[in-house]
């Protein structure tokens, strides 16, 4: 993606805000009172991102009258939730390759699942009148490297096998959907996937939680987990909450089953919002059927239109930090919006001269399958998911089934998959895991250039590891 430009692009960023635009939303609802002193209750739930929420709905959907209380650190929706992409897939396998490459036999039954899962969070949204600006708009990936061409050909014909509607385009008709020179080809699924408003679908999950009943304190982080008897105990800042269940929902915040924490780590993402584009820089560009887009590479940038045709343009760099460092003062990183900036202007040239509003940053938790993995703890009193890697929008509701259906020890469909009973590999201790990533990224890199894996990469591939962005 190279091209000279008659302005820098880094002057597209001068003007923009260094917080997410979604939660610059005027709908963000007040916080809620933090927990003090002792609370008791049937189910505990901790963390108010999707999984979380998804898990305190569905625990009151299936059974009204229990008692469900959810701790958030912060306010819900503030982390990965409510600064995502906005993308929901019907992928519980962070897309189509990876779940082939590891679950094959049950990948069939993973799609299908998949779309029920997605149909189910439509039919939630409409039954409790949350309005998050869904769309189910389908998504577009492209190729933008000749070699990418015969990999996206070669994915169609397979996934059909498979139930997945998916259309190869060539040249012309890839740029007859979306106007870009860089565009050689591309792979439409008008079914998979709906754009949302990340932060107004978190929000929402949270007024209809309240509405049935889930009692949420925000600003009450779980500082520890304990037995008591029978019964669980998450000690908070100002108090505790003794519960007969627990399910935790951190995402990449250190898990509080120590046990889980060598199977994830936490990566920043980043992402730029335009300003709203006007009616000829939207005819300049043809995207008039809104799919969401990517393209091909294992650093891969995703971009959709907002609710007021903005574009949001994000991925690439997925930043690992020396001993999984966590903080605020890495949620803006210049060095990585100058090459998202430049990227974007290389892919729309004919908007050159749009500015960029809102930069930001967050944290997202991986593991070395891509995809979540589950868990319990305490004789199966504890129960957990994890390792989204940026693709839970979705996949989160389907994890919060699993994780109360292994709570109330029931014995379902998602509970016999081998992708749930199954673990990714643990990530080795420091300093191995940091070099392992750096060393896995540069050949990523190389590797979306021209076309070829390294030994380095095709020994991960081997053993089933992977880190991309």
């Known amino acids: 993606m190279s091209r000279v430009l008659a302005t820098d692009p880094v002057r597209s960023l001068v003007d923009a805000e260094p917080v997410p635009f979604w939660l610059q939303d005027p709908a963000r609802p007040a916080p809620l009172p933090a927990l003090a002193g002792e609370e008791h209750c049937d189910l505990l ?6 999984c979380g929420l998804w898990t305190a709905l569905l625990a009151k959907e299936r059974d009204p009258g229990r008692d469900v209380v959810l701790i958030e650190a912060r306010e819900a929706g503030w982390a990965a939730s409510g600064r995502n992409g906005g993308f929901c897939a019907s992928s519980l396998t962070h897309g189509f390759g990876n779940g082939l490459a590891r679950w094959p036999d049950e990948l069939a ?58 259309e190869f385009l060539g040249t012309e008709e890839v740029r007859a959907e979306v106007a870009s020179p860089t565009y050689l080809a591309g792979v439409l699924d008008r079914r998979g996937t709906a754009l949302v408003h990340p932060a107004k679908l978190a929000w929402g999950l949270r007024d209809a939680c309240l509405r ?16 008591r008897g029978t019964s669980m105990v998450v000690t908070t800042g100002y108090g505790r909450v003794v519960a007969r269940r627990v399910a935790l929902a951190t995402n990449a915040f ?29 005819a300049s560009i043809g995207w008039r059927n809104r799919y969401g887009l ?78 979540a993995f589950f868990g319990t703890a305490a ?5 957990y998911a994890l390792g989204f890697t940026g693709l839970g929008v979705g996949a989160t509701r389907f ?22 009973r199954g673990k990714p590999v643990p990530f080795p201790p ?36 992977g880190f991309d962005s």
């Open 109 to 166: 039954e993973l799609e299908r699942l998949g779309m029920e899962n997605l149909d189910g969070i439509e039919e939630t949204l409409r039954r409790h009148g949350i309005d998050c600006d869904w769309e189910r708009t389908g998504a577009l990936d492209v190729a933008t490297r000749p070699h990418q061409v015969d990999e996206l050909r070669e994915y169609a014909g397979t996934a059909r096998h498979f139930g997945v509607a998916a």
């Open 430 to 465: 420091e300093p191995l895991r940091w070099a392992g990533i750096e060393l896995t990224r540069r050949s990523m890199a190389r590797a979306d250039r021209d076309g070829r894996r390294n030994l380095w990469l095709r020994t991960m591939d081997a053993l089933g590891l």
């Open 212 to 227: 049935l009943g889930v009692r949420i304190f925000e600003r009450t982080p779980a500082t520890g987990l304990s037995t």
């Open 45 to 50: 739930v901790v963390g108010g991102g999707y």
């Open 254 to 282: 250190p898990p509080l089953v120590r046990k889980a924490r060598p199977y994830v780590i936490p990566v920043y993402d980043y992402a730029l919002v335009t300003e709203p584009l006007t009616d000829a820089q939207l």
């Open 294 to 371: 990517s393209d091909s590479g294992s650093q891969f940038h995703y971009y959709r239109l907002t609710a007021d045709d903005r574009i949001l343009w994000g991925g690439y760099d997925a930043v690992y930090h020396y001993g999984s460092r966590l903080s605020g003062d890495l949620d803006q990183r210049p060095a990585t919006f100058r090459v998202l900036a430049a990227h974007f202007f290389a892919t729309f040239p004919q908007l050159e001269g749009v500015r960029f509003t809102h930069t930001w940053g967050g944290v997202i938790d991986t593991c070395t399958r891509f995809s």
């Open 399 to 420: 994890a919060a089934q699993v994780v109360l259906d292994r709570l109330d020890g029931l014995d379902t469909p998602r509970t016999r998959l081998a992708m749930v």
């Open 379 to 383: 004789q199966g009193r504890v129960g």
